[in-house]
């Protein structure tokens, strides 16, 4: 019963006179453009308004964080196979050292506390300690104990007669340094002013944080050679950082879905989520403690890392196209199953890890790079502001060492060492590593630190080798669809190698 | 000269009692937990403070917009290989539909104009037109020509003897519906209160797009049968569409680096960007006209898609491990060469694109699909909206179509439909391009439209093939590491089996 004649009519006619077309679409000359209401403003509307919950749900929130009446985010959210990381931090002991740490990039703290979890007994002769290292966002929480019954990251991965066997080996897992799990970050109290860090924490890289771990596993349990360190992700980073920085005090090595220098991809990657971050207006350059936190920039700054923990093929599989609801409409605000799965990811954690936390390791990931160059650099910056503490009982790092106040201009357009000459850095760069034994393993479906940064870590070691044996493990997309997060969840398949070279 | 005593002293011990360690780091019942300043507030901090050149940036570039002093960014910025979009789009002509346009999802618009340029001329058995489909921010200005003669995207793929020979086909390029480069979008005014649509404007699909292209085909040319569609990215979707839609009315199909159906992973990757733009507290529920707009949430936006344009290995080739100036230090701020190329990239954009329309085209990308169950649901929804319009002259959508107000709870935890079944959907859906002629490029490099996703087009219509030849091209790392932007770089690779389809 097509009766209804297509209107036309003197507004439109108008319109087309009073908004030429090159002002109708918009730029910057526009900017102030206020379109007349010629017609009848009264009038409703083609079609309805759209309606945004999720921006409501932040605003709710944001009113509930400024009342200080926020409960704590309900735990029956769908989480997904993740681990559950704690939402408060218990059941750790603390390091504390006195003695100032000085940093690769030439800032230092007066005095530090490193928070540990310990699982398995140190043996006698003191060489079966291991050290855990963690991701980005993990805590020294690697698996229950009756300090806190919890499960753990890599619960069931830890224990007696299990892949890291707790029959055999102490398992130290520390909290990073610049971490908020209880070690010193930006949210700790800067002793020479008692007040919190925030912005004024210094920039840390890797190598600072295993060198943190180091002074506790000789200070508080007198060992002088570990026998292993293990990570994966940027645990994978520090295992490899730990025996660069103390070859003579480890036995082997193992570094898991990591690399050994971080990719202009990833730097990329995490620049988005940290750009992000610090945009949010709540973040206020880092002074947001007592205040309501930059929870929406790390909600959005955790969905884009998300997004990279996993691969295609997996959410195919557990998302594909299913949109949340199918009976309602499409919406720009989580709509598809796979959107309301990263917007519960990003809402867990916005308020569960302290965001410049998160900057600053975000920032420590970016800067790590075993090549000579780097290397060389860092060590004598560290050197020459240890050396300038000593000598001046008012010392501050000099003002030089400030980022300046507008933006770094390119001094070079594209890269300036090729790819060929790079790769010899870093073969230089890691002949410490010449007789350590090393595993390291390789997932192909992770995007965030792609297979071949595995393979250039086992090909460098291989040439480098002076009696350090090397293995390399690969899980291809047969054996593992989970990318970035195999190691949480692939347990068997990185588990076996991994228990018969920490056992040989 | 170690001399100096590492610092101990009551205000340390003091700290220790006063803030208890689970109180030291970050958690929800800690919000509104000042710390007290128990020392020398007024003492040095053991570090300089960070600086952050790109908030201030940022801000003053707030401050121009709000007194309307903001100059056209400088095309100075380093902007790399991309085409540089027109910042003032003019040059274009107008098809104006006085018809309304029924929509998959149930909205309509009362009329609608379509933007367009043309290249070549027409042939009097009207046989020789080739429509020419966009990416997501392209405009129509594929190539120079006396109405604008800045370059085009396209410019060295279309023109005399060139890939796309205009000596041989009259070539028509449109600006999609929903843009902002003259076709009806969200910054148009709506005709039936005449103010801007904003969030009032319906969510629309990529076969809503290509139904407005045909009208224009149709109306303006009077051509009744298109020599091909051709189009790259969201093109290579449309293309596609407008071969499901009119399966009569299109000789040839051209999809490079496209998709038959937007994959999870996509999708995901574009709600990072609708969400953070959303966040932008100027974007003002999308009513934003007249007002600052929100800069801040596109640059942002931008910046996390230009990560998935291109490749790894060509940003470790482009950029390496490079910082922009290594005499400085590092910073939160943009820092390696990477950073400050995406801050670039997302600057250029930020005020060159209407943010409604970025967002009503993200959308319409990730709804896209040719499955049965999909289309035949936009079918039926579209029939029905039509004949409530005709029956109803006062007619606006219904309310039931209208997102609730809560955000959407999922009815289903995971996939409801296995990938098998999906896949069969597909072909089933895609029967209608069993007797048209298909060249389909995948580029093996490409992130966003991952390789399989062309080669399950490619397979599809060959199993469907009754008549219709497929025709398969696939980029390898060695011929391009340009990732998606490989059509807009590789001419010659992409261009040779281009002009030998078409011609054929």
Redesign the interface.
Same mark, same amino acid.
């Given at each position: 019963? @097509?009766?209804?004649i297509?209107?036309?009519g003197s507004?439109?006619i108008f319109?087309a006179k009073v908004?030429p077309?090159?002002l %109708?679409?918009?730029?910057?000359?526009t900017?102030?453009?206020? &379109?007349l =209401?010629?017609?009848?403003?009264?009038?409703?509307?083609?079609?309805?308004?759209?309606?945004?919950? +999720? @921006?409501? %749900?932040?605003e709710r929130k944001n009113k509930e964080?400024s009342l200080?009446i926020?409960k704590?985010h309900a735990n029956t959210l769908?989480s997904g196979p993740e681990p559950a990381y704690n939402?408060?931090?218990?059941g750790f002991k603390?390091y504390r050292s006195?003695?100032?740490i000085f940093l690769d990039?030439?800032?230092?703290?007066? /005095?530090y506390e490193i928070a540990y979890e310990t699982w398995g007994k140190l043996n006698e002769s003191k060489s079966n300690l291991i050290i855990l290292q963690t991701g980005l966002s993990a805590s020294s929480h690697a698996k229950s104990h009756p300090g806190n019954p919890k499960k753990g990251w890599w619960e069931n991965f830890i224990g007696p007669g299990l892949y890291i066997d707790t029959n055999k080996f102490f398992v130290v897992c520390t909290n990073v340094l610049g971490g +908020?799990?209880?070690s010193t970050?930006p949210?700790?109290?800067?002793?020479?002013?008692? /007040?919190?860090?925030a912005?004024?924490? &210094?920039?840390i890289t890797i190598n600072d944080m295993v060198r943190a771990q180091r002074e506790l596993v000789r200070d508080v349990f007198g060992v002088q050679k570990i026998h292993a360190a293990v990570g994966a992700s940027m645990g994978g980073m520090q295992s490899l950082a730990y025996g660069w920085e103390f070859p003579d005090e480890v036995e082997k090595v193992i570094s898991i879905s990591g690399c050994a220098?971080?990719? &202009?991809?990833s730097?990329?990657?995490r620049?988005?989520q940290?750009? =992000?971050l610090?945009?949010?207006?709540n973040w206020n350059?880092?002074f947001y403690?007592?205040k309501?936190?930059p929870h =929406?920039g790390m909600k @959005?700054a955790r969905?884009?890392a998300t =997004?990279t923990y996993r691969?295609?093929p997996e959410?195919?599989?557990?998302?594909?196209?299913?949109?949340?609801?199918? !009976?309602?409409?499409?919406? @720009? +605000?989580?709509?598809?199953? *796979? $959107?309301?799965y990263?917007?519960h990811a990003g809402e867990k954690f916005c308020? $569960?890890?302290?965001a410049n936390?998160w900057?600053y390791v975000s920032?420590a990931m970016?800067?790590f790079?075993l090549?000579d160059q780097?290397r060389a650099k860092a060590v004598a910056i560290r050197q020459q502001a240890e050396?300038n503490?000593?000598?001046n009982?008012?010392y501050?790092?000099q003002?030089s !060492?400030?980022?300046? %106040? %507008?933006?770094?201009?390119?001094? *070079?357009?594209?890269?300036?060492?090729t *790819?060929e000459d790079?790769l010899q850095d870093l073969k230089q760069g890691m002949k410490k590593l010449s007789q350590t034994d090393v595993l390291v393993f390789g997932v192909e479906s992770d995007?965030l630190f792609?297979v071949w940064q595995q393979r250039e870590i086992a090909n460098v070691l291989r040439d480098n080798s002076q009696g350090g044996d090397v293995e390399y493990h690969e899980l291809g997309t047969d054996v593992s669809n989970y990318g970035h997060d195999t190691f949480l969840l692939s347990l068997n398949d990185i588990g076996k190698p991994v228990k018969k070279f920490l056992e040989a």
């Open positions: 019963m @097509l009766t209804r297509p209107k036309q507004g439109i319109r908004f077309k090159t %109708k679409f918009f730029s910057t000359t900017l102030n453009f206020k &379109p =209401v010629t017609g009848s403003g009264a009038n409703a509307a083609s079609n309805p308004q759209l309606t945004f919950p +999720c @921006l409501d %749900k932040l964080l200080g926020l704590k769908e939402f408060e931090q218990t603390l006195e003695k100032p990039n030439g800032g230092h703290l007066p /005095e +908020c799990y209880g970050g949210s700790s109290i800067d002793p020479s002013n008692n /007040e919190q860090y912005t004024r924490f &210094p920039i220098r971080s990719h &202009p991809y730097i990329a990657l620049h988005t940290r750009q =992000v610090m945009s949010d207006p350059r880092g403690y007592g309501i936190p =929406v @959005l969905e884009i =997004v691969s295609g959410w195919e599989y557990r998302f594909g196209r299913n949109r949340a609801d199918e !009976s309602k409409p499409p919406a @720009l +605000c989580p709509d598809f199953l *796979v $959107e309301t990263l917007d308020l $569960e890890y302290d936390s900057l920032k970016d800067l790079d090549g780097n050396e503490y000593y000598k009982s008012n501050i790092p003002t !060492s400030i980022v300046p %106040k %507008k933006p770094y201009s390119e001094k *070079v357009s594209r890269a300036s060492i *790819v790079a995007i792609p």
